[in-house]
């Protein structure tokens, strides 16, 4: 009944929303010693709205390269894989400590665990009244008469004087003018993550970023990835009542763009890549840029090489059929008779070619004198691309002739679906036919008259 438990943790990441990009998962790890099995569980957190409890049920946990997971693997200040999951030991308990001591072992003090940025705007909404408010929330009182959110404003302008928008005079200047940048996000070490390019439009001093949809991405429809207005440094949550707008130093500015740079987004890191020509020339002349500076960055992978499926390894007794009809096996699980060419087998049903065939020694060995006197008819049926061979018999030889190989495709040596065609029937070719040697010494008059008009200096028949 003795049980060493660890303390650690692991980050998870979060989608859609616009307080967190991850969270902090706090975990203990349970070592029985009895079974050497391992369970992982999360204490319950107030007000996590998350399912918490066990995550890994006792059992033994293996370990990357083989194995399981044991006292040896389990220190502090390092990490464990977990089915995929990192997780980061912090420390352990004092009979764990003392445990690992008699075994030689010295765990590390105790590390300090990081703190989830949702954990620290909640902690800030728990401070009582009159506690101090985060930066990125200034709060609205104090405003100057000079300030646009000014109540003195509002007020004169209700009763009629004229009000002088600076952002109104922007739009009008520069409302035609759009800075368009091509960004990319990786965030395929992420769970789920995916590598998205984007498309950020400034209308300044406003921003837009939209998504671009690559050929058979699996998406459609929804390309806004941020609407449009500010662009904030920093991610901060939605604007309360009393609370001012972020300030023109807490925005990217056109100057903040650049090809190579990296911006952080609401968490999300975005890396430019390129720009249309309209930006070039706008950032060549107000900003001057040098062309080496605007030059587009290739960000596009190699092409996938798709593997090749390979054959399993043929097993005696196992094969139905032609190999052909044994293939359709691997590739589906309901299996379909392979197709047949129609149009080969309309227009050369009846051609059959037809050779003279003698033996042929095999490498380093010799023919015995009875196999050298041998004669076969070696009939190549165009339909099909099949072939047979048949020994006419002879008298006074002692062999009695007949069928010598089936009709049947025949397969070249070392090769699983390559089989001989028409292309290898010529006079003086020595074909193996299942470890025999056969050499083509002589052909009848209808074989040679089609060779020469069909075969020779045009293209197979198909």
């Known amino acids: 009944r003795q049980v060493l438990r660890f303390y650690g943790w692991f980050g998870e990441p979060v989608s859609d929303s616009p307080l967190e990009s991850w969270r902090v998962r706090r975990v203990e790890v349970l070592l029985y010693l ?27 946990l293996p370990k990357e390269g083989g194995g399981f997971l044991g006292l040896a693997d389990m220190a502090v200040g390092q990490s464990v894989k977990v089915y995929g999951k990192e997780v980061h030991i912090v420390d352990a ?23 989830s940025p949702i954990e620290e705007v909640l902690a800030a909404k728990s401070k009582p009244s009159g506690a101090a408010v985060p930066v990125a929330c200034p709060p609205a009182a104090g405003l100057s008469r000079a300030d ?9 302008a209700l009763l009629g004087r004229e009000y002088n928008s600076k952002s109104l005079q922007q739009f009008l200047q520069h409302g035609g003018e759009v800075l368009r940048f091509y960004v990319l996000w990786d965030d395929r070490q992420a769970q789920f993550g995916d590598r998205c390019p984007t498309c950020p439009a400034l209308p300044r001093p406003q921003a837009e ?15 806004t990835f941020l609407k449009r207005g500010p662009l904030p440094r920093v991610a901060v949550g939605g604007a309360l009542p009393g609370q001012n707008r972020l300030a023109a130093d807490q925005c990217y500015a ?52 798709l593997p090749v499926p390979e054959l399993p ?3 005696h007794g196992l094969g139905i059929g032609s190999p052909e009809d044994t293939l359709q096996n691997c590739l589906r699980l309901v299996p379909k008779p392979p197709k047949r060419d129609h149009y080969r087998w309309q227009t050369l049903d009846t051609v059959v070619l037809r050779y003279e065939a003698v033996l042929e020694p095999a490498e380093g060995r010799k023919l015995i004198n009875i196999d050298r006197e041998r004669r076969f008819v070696l009939s190549f049926f165009m339909s099909d691309q099949t072939l047979s061979v048949f020994e006419p018999p002879q008298p006074n030889t002692g062999l009695p002739g007949g069928k010598f190989l089936e009709r049947a495709k025949v397969y070249k040596p070392g090769s ?41 200096g045009a293209a197979a028949p198909q």
């Not at 650049?258 to 430019?272: D, E, H, K, N, S």
């Open 93 to 115: 308990d004092a009979f764990t400590r003392e445990h690992a001591a008699q075994h030689g072992i010295q765990l590390a003090p105790a590390q300090p665990c990081p703190v």
């Open 416 to 456: 699983k679906l390559a089989w001989y065609t028409e292309a290898e029937m010529k006079v003086g070719t020595v074909l193996d036919l299942h470890g025999r040697r056969f050499r083509l010494v002589g052909a009848d008059a209808f074989t040679e008259q089609f060779t020469r008009e069909r075969l020779d």
């Open 313 to 315: 390894p043929a097993r």
């Open 209 to 223: 970023i939209m998504e671009v949809f690559e050929p058979n991405s699996g998406r459609t429809g929804f390309p």
């Open 34 to 60: 009895e079974d050497k099995t391992v369970q992982v569980t999360e204490p319950p957190a107030p007000n996590s709205g998350i399912m918490q409890g066990t995550l890994v049920r006792r059992h033994k």
């Open 254 to 305: 056109p100057g903040d763009l650049r090809i190579g740079a990296t911006l952080g987004v609401l968490g999300r890191q975005l890396y430019i890549y390129d720009c249309d020509d309209a930006t070039r020339k706008w950032y060549t002349e107000h900003l001057g840029f040098a062309p080496e500076l605007l030059a587009p960055i290739d960000v596009s992978e190699p092409a996938k090489v």
């Open 148 to 156: 646009p959110d000014s109540p003195s404003k509002f007020a004169e």
